[in-house]
């Protein structure tokens, strides 16, 4: 399933290791952003399992 909307999550960070982070993005050919989020993926598959998705989408619709 694909999420429906977005939120911004803010944190603060070193700067150096920000100017570190976005290096390696970038040799990695990825967005910051795009590397958060991947790490946020893992870390719920890793607390809630494979099937977290339909876990957190399904309860997502049954709370409306």
């Known amino acids: 399933m694909m999420e429906k909307r977005t939120a911004r999550l803010t ?12 290096q390696l993005c ?12 991947r790490f946020i993926r893992e870390y719920i598959e890793e607390k809630l399992g494979p099937d977290w998705r339909d876990e957190v989408f399904n309860s997502e619709s049954d709370s409306k």
């Open 26 to 37: 970038q040799a990695d050919d990825s967005t910051p952003s795009q590397t958060v989020r």
């Open 11 to 22: 944190l603060l960070i070193d700067p150096k290791k920000k100017a570190v982070f976005e």
